[in-house]
């Protein structure tokens, strides 16, 4: 069965980075749009950024825009997130996901269109 599990979330001082790793196995991801989504602690889970099958990003949610990057290496069935100049607000659970067919991308990735998650990488700023 299908399974995605990512890494690399952690504890950084804010102005910092991350990269967010989302590994697939069992499936393979070259035609399927793809995402990161994100949830905090008693909010709503809400949709980061997503991308095209082939690579290039579709969306980005304005608070990230300019400073998270979305990438993907199909060869490697493998799903990234880079993250830089972190803010305070963007402590959260984040969560990697394949696209339903019905998401064709450009706009925002609502989570009911997206069928297979992982466990969530959970990335917290420190003071």
């Known amino acids: 069965q299908v399974q995605l599990v990512e890494s690399g979330g952690g504890s950084v001082q804010a102005g910092g980075s991350l990269r967010l790793s989302c590994v697939v196995s069992?499936?393979?991801?070259?035609?399927?749009?793809m995402g990161w989504f994100r949830q905090d602690l008693g909010k709503e889970r809400e949709g980061v950024a997503s991308?095209?099958?082939?690579?290039?990003?579709?969306y980005y949610a304005d608070s990230v825009k300019g400073r998270f990057t979305i990438s993907r290496d199909n060869a490697k069935n493998t799903l990234y997130l880079q993250l830089n100049s972190l803010k305070t607000e963007d402590t959260a659970m984040y969560y990697c996901?394949?696209?339903?067919?019905?998401?064709?991308?450009?706009?925002?990735?609502?989570?009911?269109?997206?069928?297979?998650w992982g466990q969530g990488t959970q990335v917290t700023m420190s003071s």
């Open positions: 996901a394949i696209a339903n067919p019905v998401y064709s991308g450009g706009y925002y990735p609502l989570p009911a269109d997206f069928g297979a």
């Open positions: 069992g499936y393979t991801i070259s035609d399927n749009f």
């Open positions: 991308i095209y099958p082939w690579g290039g990003a579709t």
